[in-house]
């Protein structure tokens, strides 16, 4: 259980590097499309079901919000919080919940708040991930740890 706790940790901090990678490749696509074709972004682009995808790049929206944020993020964090009650990962669960809290803050809290409050919430979202990637890593490698077998020296009578 302890090296599927350190693989869904190390996939999430992958799954997050995944999730910087596809938004800045569909930002920069949108940015050559619009330089380089004409393109136009506005509402009615933004609210077309039925259009045809106007740059390659436009996957990289639909791998950030779709695929990857809305599907994959939140299903190996379930699995991780699951795993963590029975991998006895020092902290584990504790590292375990603080990530799940940081993925309900990601897709459910900061949009809803940069969609009401402010723009600047959109800013939080990208904080809020090098956050998320920042405790995966120390959830993998708290797990990667060698499990000491000693008993402490504030335990022992003299």
Not at 11 to 34: P, R, S
Not at 39 to 49: F, H, I, N, Q, S
């Amino acid at each position: 259980m302890r090296s599927t706790y350190r693989v869904l940790a190390f996939l999430i901090a992958g799954l997050v590097v995944v999730q910087a990678f596809a938004i800045a490749w569909a930002f920069f696509g949108m940015t050559n499309w619009i330089d380089n074709d004409g393109g136009v972004v506005d509402k009615a682009l933004l609210e077309c079901t039925d259009c045809d995808m106007n740059f390659t790049a436009e996957w990289g929206f639909a791998i950030h919000m779709f695929f990857n944020g809305t599907i994959l993020i939140p299903l190996v964090t379930i699995g991780l919080l699951i795993v963590s009650f029975f991998a006895k990962v020092p902290k584990g669960v504790a590292l375990a919940a603080t990530i799940f809290g940081l993925v309900a803050l990601q897709i459910l809290v900061l949009p809803a708040l940069s969609r009401s409050a402010g723009s600047a919430f959109g800013g939080l979202h990208g904080v809020n991930a090098l956050v998320l990637l920042g405790v995966a890593i120390m959830a993998g490698r708290r797990a990667s740890q060698p499990v000491s077998d000693e008993v402490p020296a504030s335990s022992v009578t003299a």
